[in-house]
């Protein structure tokens, strides 16, 4: 029965990869599973149901086989290189359109959206403790809102791969403003004593 699950939800991405959100039938998946229609909805009800856990399983296998390389990050930069090279494979292997037909799902689909949602938070946690990671000894830390930061990186890499469709030469222009911030990011972290001291007092002045 287990076996039966695993296929449906496999077969479940596999039809949004190749026929995208409007060709994801009981029908389809079933024929990609090798099974029974009937068994779409014997084991999860619905069909929107099942790309619920397509959708949730898909991303926590992605997400496994990056959590090592977002744990030896130990700059921004390096950061931003982990998200260029999870950009290209990603992309390769046919991912980030099926994540592009499940965000425009959700739009429109109430019973989707929390689960695409929850997919995206399990990039959001990764990306949330390198970066409270990074800024725990950063002269701003007590400025920064990680929580917030990290889903500004997450929206930020899903935006620029959605936009690089239609515009790949702005799409690559956001990425050298990110790398650029990157720099800047690193010079700050550099700075003698007085010169933090002296940057905190005039962030705490610009906040109020």
Not at 26 to 41: C, K, S, T, Y
Not at 73 to 80: H, T
Not at 126 to 133: C, D, F, T
Not at 191 to 201: C, I, K, M
Request: aromatic share 4%; proline share 2%; net charge neutral.
């Amino acid at each position: 029965m287990a076996d039966t699950k695993e296929r449906l939800v496999d077969g479940a991405i596999k039809v949004l990869g190749s026929e995208g959100l409007a060709g994801a039938s009981a029908r389809a998946i079933a024929a990609a599973a090798g099974v029974n229609q009937a068994l779409v909805f014997y084991h999860f009800g619905t069909v929107d149901q099942l790309l619920s856990v397509a959708c949730r399983q898909a991303t926590e296998r992605r997400v496994a086989l990056y959590r090592s390389r977002f744990e030896a990050v130990q700059s921004i930069g390096e950061l931003l290189d982990v998200g260029r090279q999870l950009q290209r494979t990603e992309r390769a292997e046919g991912n980030l359109a099926i994540l592009a037909q499940l965000l425009a799902g959700a739009q429109t689909d109430e019973r989707l959206a929390p689960a695409v949602a929850a997919g995206l938070e399990l990039w959001i946690t990764e990306i949330e403790s390198v970066l409270g990671r990074l800024t725990t000894t950063s002269p701003v830390a007590d400025l920064v809102d990680v929580p917030g930061l990290a889903r500004v990186v997450a929206s930020t890499f899903i935006g620029m791969e959605l936009y690089g469709g239609v515009d790949p030469t702005g799409a690559s222009a956001a990425v050298t403003a990110l790398e650029r911030l990157a720099v800047l990011v690193e010079v700050v972290d550099g700075l003698g004593p007085v010169a933090r001291r002296a940057l905190r007092s005039t962030l705490r002045r610009s906040s109020r």
